[in-house]
């Protein structure tokens, strides 16, 4: 067993760092939205649409998006300016 000892330890000490820059990337996102991208998978599970409709709102201008090569990103920031954009405010008194 002292043979797995010093990679034991090595991989807590790979663990506690992750667990670090992890914390560190979770409050970088809370504090500057348009740094936060999501692939194309994460915006069809973030928005419950499907392919087609996300390509709808891209080409008809709803939301803006990165493409590089054939993958596209979108911004945290984009992804919350088009749900402001269509929100409908409750009507009072019913």
């Keep these: 067993m002292g043979f797995y000892h010093p990679l034991d330890e090595k991989l ?6 992750l667990s670090e820059l992890t914390l560190m990337l979770k409050d970088k996102q809370r504090s500057n939205p348009d740094q936060v ?12 649409v499907s392919k087609r409709t996300a390509q709808y709102w891209r080409d008809s201008g709803l939301i803006g998006y990165c493409q590089i090569g054939y993958k596209i990103y979108y911004r945290l920031s984009d992804i919350l300016q088009l749900l402001d954009q269509n929100f409908k405010a409750p009507i009072n008194g019913k």
């Design 12 to 17: 807590e000490q790979i663990d506690d760092r």
């Design 37 to 48: 991208f999501f692939d194309t998978q994460e915006f069809l599970q973030i928005m419950n």
